[in-house]
């Protein structure tokens, strides 16, 4: 026979327990929540000689006439508990806890265990649950479980910390893991400090987002309309919270969405409509102008565009669904976007020209100075190429050089005057960069004690200056005589466009005996 009955509340009606003091109170997995208030009522009894008919926690001394069922007949006590719908569905897997049974934790269970155990004060269960399950569970694919169920419990820790795993690594998240929460948490997800993913992508997860929760409340509304008595069918329906104007602007908002991706500008586009408080806001940062400025993007516009040529084969029933007007702010900024789009494309067939120029240009005075070389020297000056670099003009034929104005490339490595002390040998390229006149330089550097680096960069015309472009591996020995690093090198600053890749092959060229052209 029992001498305790739990009654639980979840909002919906009491759930009576009928349970052991002997267990609760003193057994191995003792509830302390349930010793306090036993305490309190034998506290309570002692001192007064009428019953109580409520102490301060819902809790009093229970006869035959306020008995519950005839199994609970001879129950001392009774104490009553509120705890959320979620946590309630949960007692009877606690109970057994309680009692002695074996614990199978689950993505599903350990958020109400944990409530649970933190409520009734079930330290060992707590701690099994908190320090020891959820650490090695709660991941990426988990993380959006935890998070909604945390908030239903009001876990805020819980909840916080599965946001934070959510946001670090919202690139990669598979968004289908996503369609069941609750908005006010997809905002958090968003406003998140730690948030990293770029904007674009970030705009076509919501996007996904936005429409998984449309086609789960249309099947939801389907079902329904087959059997308004299906249980089922409604509970699931209201796990779906509505989307108003705050949701929307939140998730959308310019700070963390600067940019549309092209490819759901048009979604974006006609799904702003419903929500007027957001997609009447005007200038640059309102989700109608990124809308616009994204639709003028080649993605957008050819999609655009096969529709209007073909609309048979290629439906389009976001554009069809629009309302004269916007389609006129469409086009127009289509029609913006295109003439963009030309210029950029001018601009870039004339630096494709003028590089083409250039390396045609350098390729020349290559070949005039290596043949006044041959000529001049009988074929004795050493030579170097250079090939795959991302500056083309400065790929080819290097030439030896061993005088004062080569000397002064070794700005960035040892003193010039122990450079031309120990005849350090430099290379170098005459070329044109950019419309100007310039020499590539080649020449090797002391890296502490033992080591040795070779460095390619380059001088402006009767300029003394030289701008490292490229470093080779270092290399044991000293700079006079270290062998020049072929493969391995790197670019010196990763941030200036057009340098990339670094050279793929650097070597010196044999001449062939008896050989007097190049």
């Given amino acids: 026979m029992s001498d305790l009955t739990l009654v639980v509340y979840d909002g919906s009606g009491g759930i009576p327990y009928h349970v052991h003091t002997l267990l609760l109170v003193y057994g191995g997995r003792k509830s302390g929540f349930i010793a306090e208030q036993i305490k309190n009522q034998q506290n309570r009894t002692r001192s007064s000689s009428s019953n109580s008919k409520k102490n301060a926690y819902n809790m009093h001394r229970q006869n035959s006439s306020t008995s519950n069922g005839s199994n ?48 009734f004060d079930c330290r060992d269960l707590h701690k099994e649950v908190t320090s020891r399950f959820i650490p090695q569970d709660l991941e990426l694919s988990t993380a959006p479980q935890y998070c909604t169920m945390a908030d239903e419990l009001k876990d805020f820790e819980l909840r916080d910390k599965s946001i934070r795993i959510i946001a670090e690594r919202f690139e990669k998240i598979n968004v289908n893991l996503l369609k069941w929460m609750h908005p006010r948490m997809m905002r958090s997800i968003l406003q998140c400090d730690r948030l990293e993913c770029g904007s674009e992508s970030l705009s076509e997860k919501v996007a996904q987002y936005l429409r998984l929760r449309d086609e789960k409340s249309k099947a939801n509304n389907v079902e329904e309309g087959v059997n308004s008595n299906s249980a089922s069918a409604k509970e699931e329906n209201e796990q779906i919270a509505p989307l108003n ?41 309102s989700l109608k102008s990124r809308c616009l400025a994204a639709c003028s993007y080649s993605t957008a516009m050819d999609e655009l565009t096969s529709h209007l040529e073909y609309s048979d084969r290629n ?38 020209d003028q590089s083409d120029r250039d390396v045609q240009l350098s390729d020349d005075i290559m070949y005039e100075n290596n043949n006044e070389s041959l000529a001049s020297t009988q074929g004795n000056t050493v030579k170097v190429v250079v090939l795959g670099s991302g500056i083309s003009p400065a790929n080819g ?27 350090i040998i430099a290379y170098e390229k005459e070329a044109v960069w950019n419309q100007q006149r310039v020499t590539f330089v080649l020449y090797p550097v002391t890296c502490g004690q033992y080591y040795s680096q070779y460095k390619l960069g380059v001088r402006e015309h009767n300029d003394s200056q030289t ?29 200036v466009e057009g340098l990339h890749p670094p050279p793929q092959f650097v070597g010196r060229m044999e001449q062939p005996i008896g050989s007097t052209t190049w």
């Fill in 72 to 119: 609970n007949k001879d129950a001392e006590f009774k104490v009553d508990i509120y705890v959320p719908p979620l946590a309630a569905r949960h007692m009877p897997t606690f109970l057994d806890y309680l009692y002695g049974s074996s614990l199978n934790l689950t993505t599903g269970t350990a958020p109400s265990l944990r409530y649970l155990s933190n409520r």
């Fill in 245 to 285: 104007d705050e949701d929307f602007y939140w998730m959308t908002h310019c700070q963390h969405m600067p940019k549309i991706s092209p490819q759901e500008a048009l979604f974006y586009f006609s799904y702003g409509t419903r929500f007027p408080q957001v997609w009447n806001e005007i200038g640059s940062g």
């Fill in 315 to 352: 439906p389009l029933e976001l554009y069809e669904k629009l309302d004269l007007k916007m389609k006129v702010q469409l086009l127009e900024s289509s029609l913006v976007g295109a003439r963009r789009l030309m210029v950029e494309k001018e601009k870039q067939f004339r630096h494709r």
């Fill in 397 to 423: 034929v290097y030439l030896s050089k061993v005088n004062d104005h080569a000397s002064s490339a070794f700005a960035n490595g040892a003193p010039s005057s122990q450079n031309r002390a120990t005849h």
């Fill in 467 to 495: 701008k490292v472009l490229y470093n080779s591996p270092t290399v044991v020995g000293a700079s006079s005589n270290c062998i020049i690093p072929e493969q391995a090198w790197e670019v010196e600053d990763g941030s």
